[in-house]
């Protein structure tokens, strides 16, 4: 069965600095990998997937994540965090069982300090 | 572009009662799943169906029942509401039951069973 870990359930950055949200995978075939944000009130809408094309995988708004087969890693990053991007993430992985069943991890719910 | 509507968005109930969670897409997704939201569990899938008129069952499908006579709508019913089905619920939906299938959420459906 696949799995996923997200290490941090709260991160807090300063605006303008590095975010970085880790996401650790398990799975016995190539993964199809995706990170989802989460605003408040509202429902989750995908930022990026990773689909066995390039490891690094460019979404919206500026976040990127790139994939590490050898760390089994998929970690988000984005340069510079801007108060917009205060939201929870979560980190999913695919596969098909006769249907789609995306596994997501507990989320992470980010703060950008001013 | 609607996209995915549910209701009601809020809803106390108390138990024993019987309460229908509605959802309608105007993508014509062809796949389409329930998930339930808990602080610390992520998402869990309650039901999924690949296609109209075919359904299956996630991981916690117990107390939960969902039909699918067209390709639009998909009602999750709990027949006998539980306190521990306090939660809020996602319905989403997917172009193909495929790996990467990006999913599309509604806003969610908050309820309380008291």
């Known amino acids: 069965a696949q799995s996923v870990t997200q290490l941090g359930s709260h991160v807090s950055v300063s605006e303008g600095a590095l975010v970085l949200l880790r996401c650790n995978y398990s799975s016995s075939v190539p993964p199809y990998l995706f990170w989802y944000v989460q605003y408040p009130n509202q429902g989750l809408q995908l930022l990026l997937k990773y689909t066995s094309a390039a490891t690094l995988v460019k979404g919206i708004n500026g976040f990127e994540a790139e994939f590490k087969k050898s760390e089994t890693s998929f970690h988000l990053t984005k340069p510079s965090a801007h108060m917009s991007d205060a939201a929870e993430y979560f980190c999913a992985v695919s596969e098909v069982v006769g249907y789609q069943k995306v596994t997501f991890g507990i989320g992470t719910k980010l703060q950008v300090i001013p | 572009i609607a996209g995915i509507t549910q209701a009601p968005t809020s809803q106390i109930l108390a138990a024993g009662r019987r309460m229908t969670l509605r959802c309608t897409q105007d993508m014509r997704h062809n796949a389409m799943y329930w998930y339930r939201q808990d602080l610390g569990l992520g998402l869990r899938l309650i039901h999924y169906?690949?296609?109209?008129?075919?359904?299956g069952k996630g991981e916690v499908p117990d107390g939960y029942s969902v039909s699918r006579a067209n390709t639009d709508d998909f009602p999750l019913t709990l027949a006998s509401a539980v306190p521990s089905q306090t939660s809020v619920y996602f319905c989403?939906?997917?172009?193909?039951?495929?790996?990467?299938?990006?999913?599309?959420f509604g806003e969610g459906s908050r309820l309380t069973v008291l």
């Open positions: 169906s690949n296609t109209a008129g075919t359904t």
């Open positions: 989403a939906s997917s172009a193909t039951s495929g790996n990467t299938g990006e999913l599309f």
